[in-house]
């Protein structure tokens, strides 16, 4: 939330700073997480998916951070630039007030591609304050060795595989791997410190003070030209916007992809082992995006994700689930091989710390109906698909028309075996019920008998197998009767009536058994067993389908409560992670796309039935 602001207390040693207590920055090619300390805790360099450079989060004495402060006891007010993805900290002491702003530029498409610069300007804005900054970065996930060169107001650190330079308008000194300065602004004075990716054709550019501030405005003018497009004039438009701003910043501007979450291992559970790299492409999450994004008006990052999906996510490539491989990385490669490691402690003592992920090779149904209903959304609201990407949506129906039936790891990517999940089910009928309409509406070739009679098939099957007469519910999969929030998507998806006795039931079920405070669980994993141990906090994507499912319903006042509770567990800058804990902490890998698209898709929804 552009107005509001986080406070922290500056004073003493610096341990884990909270996931929540940070704020994003990015390029559209990598982002950096920055604390309400003023320090890079996290950032990649010069991908999402590439080896950190900074990755104090994950470790605070082996990861590497940015270190900027005041050099003074302070308190901390952290806020966006209104409108754009421009980090401001401040620091308030007994001698003045300063601030840092943080921004990555944004590079053209026609600029060169190495170019990554992220800028940190200081500003002193009532009497005086001294600052220290310490840059130590630790790269190739800290187990890079590098060399610093320091001359003068310019420091480059070299590891093999990757070089920095960082300029100041300060003068910096040597500290074996790491560079620091100590300087002192009065009202009114500024120093600026940039950190370049350099080699090959790009040699370190010092940024001037006058240089950093046209960046500044020309990336404060990006973000509101960009934002300008929205169509969304409702209620709640600040987190709205947030969340839209948030999205954009977890798209690849190179191939159009959209990653699940900018982080890796950031863990779910304190001391736990859920801990997953989420900065790849899940066909499942980036097809909801483009929903979510469309729905506002912007039509650019749809049309940029179609264009990865015709160049990467096309049928027949013989990947063990079939046509499609559950997720994909930034430039469409389909190895993404999982390992740990073991040098690093994770957040707050929670490993292990993982790079790649192994569920890329499960069968998980339901991301046929995601990207599908992606793919009937764009043609309907943004562009007509080409007959080529008709072609594909054929050969994806068909295929799904031939594999409904299969049990399969499901949305939640379970490691404890497969099933035949309900959700998955509901997700194969969108597929085939969205393409049907598609065909319809433009006369497109089909086999449509057995596309309708596949279709129909499903639907039967769920509504047979799918209930449970003796929970009065949908419940998790066939022939069972654990509850699972999955099957909030049952009216969302158009499956069946808000209305519905049945379904209305099976609200009221969820609702006691699986929501707490308007926060939703996924399932019970102990009545669920999905393979891992510990426990997990609340699924936000969950509790913003059951605002939506309440609102659907007709419950208003029920739903409008549920958002508004909702929304006090953001964080300071208005942004979630994946879950909330027990005391309403964020959990998870941060910030999560899956919360912030259902934040937009429920805040439309509620606000349009509010009238």
């Known amino acids: 939330m552009d107005g509001t602001a986080g406070e922290r207390d500056t004073s003493g040693a610096r341990g884990y700073v909270p ?6 920055i990015g390029d559209l090619r990598s982002v950096a997480l920055v604390g309400t300390d003023g320090t890079i805790d996290w950032y990649c360099c010069p991908a999402f998916d590439a080896p950190s450079v900074f990755a104090a989060i994950l470790d605070v004495r082996r990861g590497g951070c940015f270190e900027l402060a005041a050099a003074a006891p302070a308190r901390t007010k ?32 026609s600029a060169a591609e190495g170019r990554h610069r992220l800028i940190r300007r200081v500003l002193c804005v009532r009497g005086s304050l001294p600052f220290r900054a310490r840059v130590a970065p630790r790269f190739g996930y800290g187990t890079r060795p590098h060399t610093v060169r320091l001359t003068g107001d310019v420091a480059v650190f070299d590891s093999e595989d990757l070089s920095l330079a960082l300029t100041a308008t300060v003068p910096l000194e040597g500290d074996g791997p790491d560079v620091r300065a100590e300087f002192k602004l009065v009202e009114g ?122 160049r990467h996510i096309s049928p027949g490539d ?90 399969d790891e499901g949305i939640w990517e379970t490691r404890g ?13 969108v597929a085939i019920e969205r393409a049907v309409r598609m065909a319809n509406r433009r006369g497109l070739p089909a086999d ?10 499903v639907y039967r099957r769920i509504m047979s197998r799918g209930w449970s007469a003796t929970r009065r519910a949908f419940v998790q999969h066939e022939d069972g009767d654990v509850l699972d929030a999955s099957v909030l998507m049952m009216p969302l998806s158009k499956f069946m009536a808000p209305t519905d006795p049945k379904w209305l039931s099976t609200l009221d079920r969820l609702t006691e058994d699986l929501v707490s405070d308007s926060l939703v669980y996924r399932y019970d994993p102990q009545a669920s067993p999905d393979g891992l141990r510990g426990d997990e906090g609340t699924f936000s994507i969950c509790s913003f389908w059951y605002v939506e499912a309440l609102t659907r319903a007709g419950r208003l006042d029920e739903a409008r409560l549920a958002f508004e509770k909702m929304l006090t567990y953001a964080n ?40």
């Open 19 to 24: 996931i929540a207590d940070h704020g994003l």
């Open 78 to 109: 952290q806020f966006y630039f209104p409108d754009t993805n421009v980090l401001i900290t401040r620091f308030f002491t007994e001698d003045g007030v300063g601030e840092v702003q943080d921004f990555m530029p944004i590079v053209g498409e």
């Open 189 to 310: 004075e500024t120093a600026v410190f940039a950190l370049d990716r350099v080699g090959g054709d790009v040699t370190p550019s010092r940024c001037a003070s006058t240089e950093a501030e046209e960046q500044f405005g020309a990336t404060v003018r990006y973000w509101r030209h960009w934002l300008s497009s929205s169509r969304y004039r409702g209620r709640w438009r600040e987190m709205v916007h947030r969340s839209a701003l948030t999205l954009k910043l977890l798209t690849y501007a190179p191939t159009g992809a959209i990653v699940a979450a900018p982080t890796t291992s950031l863990p779910e559970e304190i001391g736990g082992e859920r801990n997953w790299d989420y900065r790849y492409v899940w066909v499942r999450d980036a097809a909801f995006c483009v929903y979510a994004l469309l729905r506002l008006g912007f039509t650019e990052e749809a049309e940029a994700f179609m264009g990865f999906v015709s």
């Open 318 to 407: 013989g990947s063990p689930s079939g046509p499609l491989q559950i997720m994909y990385g930034i430039d469409g490669r389909t190895d993404l091989p999982e390992r740990e490691l073991g040098h690093l402690e994770g957040h707050r003592g929670s490993a292990p710390v993982r790079v790649g992920n192994a569920a890329a090779d499960q069968l998980q149904l339901d991301i046929y109906g995601a990207l599908i209903d992606s793919i009937y959304l764009y043609d309907k609201w943004a562009e007509p698909i080409s007959s080529e990407q008709w072609d594909h949506v054929t050969a994806l129906v068909d295929w799904v028309c031939a594999h409904w039936d299969q049990p």
């Open 417 to 429: 075996g497969r099933r035949t999940f309900l959700y998955s089910r509901l997700m194969c009928w």
């Open 448 to 457: 449509l008998p057995r596309w309708q009679a596949s279709r129909d098939a």
């Open 572 to 611: 300071h800058l208005g942004l979630y992670a994946e879950e909330i804990g027990h005391t309403g902490e964020q959990r998870g890998n941060f910030p999560q796309a899956f919360t912030h698209l259902a934040l937009i898709s429920a805040a439309f929804n509620l606000d349009r039935a509010l009238g």
